[in-house]
Structure formats: C-alpha cells, structure tokens
C-alpha cells in the first residue's frame, strides 16, 4: 500500500505563501484549499499543508513556533539534478525567500536551499546515482 506523507507548517500570510511556492513550480489542492488551509503538492504522495498559525494551533496544546527564531522542522526535498536544485533556489530568492547557507558538494550528493517567507527550512538535494561512476 502506497503510504502519503502531509507536512503541516504554519504561515502568517496564506495569499502570500501560496503565491512564493506558486512561483517555485508547486500547484494546490482546491478540494482542501480554504481561507486558513491550503494542500500543496510536493509529489505523488507527498503534501504540505500550508496552515494559518491560528488553525495551525487547534491541532496542537503546545505553542506554534515562529521559524524565523525557532527550528522544530527541516523539510528535505531530493531533486533531480543540480541544475534543478541551484535553480528552485534562484526562484525562492526571486519570490522573497533567503538561502541560509552556501550550497554544499560532497561528491555523491550536493545541496543547497532556502528559507520560505514564514523562515521554514528547505533542504534541496540532487544524489549522484549510485553506478554513475561505475563502468
């Protein structure tokens, strides 16, 4: 059975967050799209539920974290190049995102990322196949 995985973040701005993901490729939802909630699609079974900090905190007792000054979350994405990770950085910049550190080349896998407008972490990877170098 193919297993789903929905990542719930909370957003100050929902118009805003939707519009910066918009502008990196991703699409919604409508079905599960309202003024305090969208569903973004990542992949064929991977969501993010982007979340008003108010409805955001009726699933939670405990605090909801600013990311902008807490971390509780990295969200890794595995891309299928370098290109395709150097460019989805260059668009989170261009919608109003930060990078928050330098991209990283360890050989087998290199990476880089972005903070969205609400500071969550974006981890982008591109894995260097296994048998690449393989003759």
Known sequence: MAKQIFVNLPVADLPGAI???????????????????????????????LLTRERFQTFTPKPVADARHSCEVLVCLALDSRHEVDSMVRKAVAAGGS???EPQDHGFMYGHGFQDLDGHIWELVYMVPQNADSP
Do not use: E, K, R
């Open 19 to 49: 519009a910066f993901f918009t502008a990196l490729g991703f699409s919604f939802n409508p079905q599960w799209t309202d003024d305090t909630a969208t569903c973004m699609i990542v992949g064929d079974n991977i969501f993010a539920m």
């Open 99 to 101: 990078t928050y550190n």
